[in-house]
């Protein structure tokens, strides 16, 4: 997510410290015990400004919510509200979901939502995208078997393309729809989704069941094909 920087941002994250994670790697395979009784860990990649983070760690206090976006001004956003709230179930991460294999061990979360992820249209930046199969590849690692990705986009050229690298990787899709608000609002919107939505857009949603699998290899096109 791009924000414009803010010149406020350092004391705005001191004053959020309690929701701040800074030595994320240290709770590798124990971030539970950041909430001691919780009955599962659910993580969200690219939380944004933290709409839906926020309401969804408010309705469901058993659980524990991690949240984990890049960028530091869209995150501090995020923890305010957190803190607005008075939440004590949610704890926000900012850095580069690349990295997630660093932070969770191997089968510690129990599902992971993908809300809105930049489409990186341009096939030469497929690679880039939120439900790539090296992306797959590492969720699977850190969601335990069974476990669910939640995705969500308003981008069906994207939709589509998750679909087939879902299907590449033996991943099974639940709960497919592509107009989820058809019949009334369905679940916790993010501040995205309701923009989108008011304006008609679709939007498009599936639960993709994780499990180990072998990286699929990539087809290379010749250049000649290639988008540039």
């Not at 949240?67 to 995020?78: K, L, Q």
């Not at 939502?113 to 199969?133: C, E, V, Y």
């Not at 991943?171 to 019949?183: D, S, Y």
Request: proline share 5%.
């Amino acid at each position: 997510m791009r924000m414009r920087k803010m010149r406020n941002l350092e004391p705005r994250m001191a004053a959020c410290a309690a929701y701040r994670i800074e030595n994320a790697a240290a709770h590798q395979g124990c971030w539970r015990d950041l909430k001691p009784g919780c009955t599962q860990l659910w993580v969200e990649v690219g939380c944004g400004k933290g709409k839906f983070t926020a309401e969804t760690a408010a309705a469901n206090p058993d659980v524990l919510l991690i949240a984990v976006e890049r960028c530091r001004e869209a995150v501090v956003v995020a923890m305010e509200k957190a803190k607005a709230m008075g939440l004590s179930n949610v704890f926000y991460i900012d850095m580069d979901v690349a990295n997630i294999e660093e932070i969770f061990a191997p089968g510690e979360i129990d599902r992971l939502f993908i809300n809105f992820p930049d489409p990186w249209p341009r096939k030469k930046n497929a690679k880039r995208r939120l439900t790539h199969r090296s992306f797959l590849d590492k969720y699977c690692r850190v969601v335990r078997e069974g476990g669910e990705i939640h995705f969500k986009t308003d981008n069906a050229p994207l939709f589509e393309y998750s679909l087939e690298e879902f299907a590449v990787c033996g991943l099974q899709v639940n709960h497919l729809t592509r107009n989820l608000h058809e019949n009334g609002i369905v679940g916790i919107m993010t501040g995205y989704e309701e923009k989108f939505h008011s304006l008609g857009t679709p939007i498009n949603r599936c639960e993709v069941v994780c499990k180990p699998f072998v990286l699929p290899k990539e087809e290379k096109k010749p250049a000649a094909e290639e988008e540039v």
